[in-house]
């Protein structure tokens, strides 16, 4: 009798409890006949019932009491609902109170052969309910497992960044052109903006994408360290997340860097240390844009490149990765560079 159905029959009548024991006796079916509520509460709880047959009328309450505390018992069977009376409305009562089926009580009998069908069905689509959270269960055990992954792997190359970042700083302490000295501190500015994107990505809940405030924050903080003497960095984000995927972030992270490092080296070359100000702002529901700001002696985007020219390049390649429209608007003085994302 292992593997046969356990079926809970509760009724008030005892003798409709023996009637139905006798009519699905067989090596599918075992059933049990209990005639209080109480009781068939203290049954299910001690015992692995497959199903519970709800009579409506009982002793000193109705099936539709009974269900709501059979379903808040810890593994609760399916209850198929058994009824004398015509009115429909009992039995969409009984679907509504959480009843996986119903059968009408004839007076013939004939029940007790619905009856049968309808736990076979019912036992049928528990079982697929079952498969079905197991493999919803695995789905997100693996889910959880690649998201654990992805996080340990941003954090190692985020550590691996920061070594090869201070093997530059080593080997530009090895070198005496000022020139080849200043080319080595850009390329590690690109590669902690990188970097940065990964170390958002280690503690971010959603390892798809960046929330541009706090990995921007966080990017204006290190290059204001690293510029400390030559220009103050500010930072200004919106007051509503802004998520962007993965692969934007490094590209605009990069920009940034680009902007804000030229803005430090040129912006005031002539004149004492000043200001440059990165701030995020919305503009609609499309886009987001976001500018680098300076008081220094100002540049529109014309006219000859200062430096190498390699930084410019590198904005442009990155905004077109972005989809995004950089321009230079006027100032008075300064230089405001302009970065609309579509979003």
Same mark, same amino acid.
């Given at each position: ?72 018992? *810890? ?197 004492? *240390? ?70």
């Amino acid at each position: 009798m292992a593997d046969a159905i356990r079926i809970l029959y509760i009724d008030d009548d005892p003798g409709l409890g023996v009637l139905l024991r006798r009519a699905l006796a067989s090596p599918e079916f075992l059933v049990d006949a209990v005639e209080t509520g109480d009781e068939a509460l203290l049954r299910l709880a001690e015992n692995d019932y497959h199903i519970a047959a709800l009579d409506h009328n009982l002793t000193n309450e109705i099936g539709l009491d009974l269900i709501p505390k059979i379903r808040a018992l *810890p593994n609760p069977p399916p209850i198929i609902y058994v009824t004398g009376s015509e009115d429909a409305r009992i039995a969409v009562a009984a679907l509504k109170a959480g009843a996986v089926d119903y059968v009408w009580k004839d007076v013939q009998g004939h029940y007790r052969d619905l009856l049968r069908e309808a736990i076979r069905t019912a036992i049928e689509q528990d079982r697929l309910r079952l498969r079905a959270e197991e493999s919803r269960r695995q789905v997100e055990e693996a889910r959880d497992r690649a998201e654990a992954l992805l996080r340990e792997v941003n954090h190692r190359v985020a550590n691996s960044l920061a070594i090869v970042s201070s093997f530059i700083t080593l080997q530009s302490h090895a070198i005496d052109e000022p020139a080849a000295k200043q080319m080595l501190q850009e390329c590690q500015a690109r590669i902690l903006a990188v970097a940065g994107v990964h170390r958002s990505l280690y503690t971010s809940g959603d390892v798809r994408f960046i929330d541009v405030n706090s990995y921007l924050a966080s990017l204006v903080k290190e290059l204001a360290a690293s510029a400390a003497g030559r220009c103050a960095v500010r930072f200004s984000g919106v007051s509503s997340p802004v998520r962007l995927s993965t692969d934007r972030a490094v590209s605009l992270g990069v920009i940034v860097t680009e902007l804000v490092t030229n803005a430090c080296k040129y912006a005031y070359e002539c004149s004492e *240390p000043g200001e440059v100000r990165v701030t995020v702002q919305h503009s609609g529901d499309s886009a987001l844009v976001v500018r680098v700001e300076d008081d220094g002696v100002g540049w529109t985007g014309e006219g000859p490149i200062k430096g190498t020219g390699i930084g410019s390049r590198v904005v442009k390649a990155m905004a077109q990765t972005l989809r995004a429209d950089l321009r230079y608007l006027p100032a008075a003085p300064g230089t405001v560079a302009e970065l609309s994302i579509p979003i």
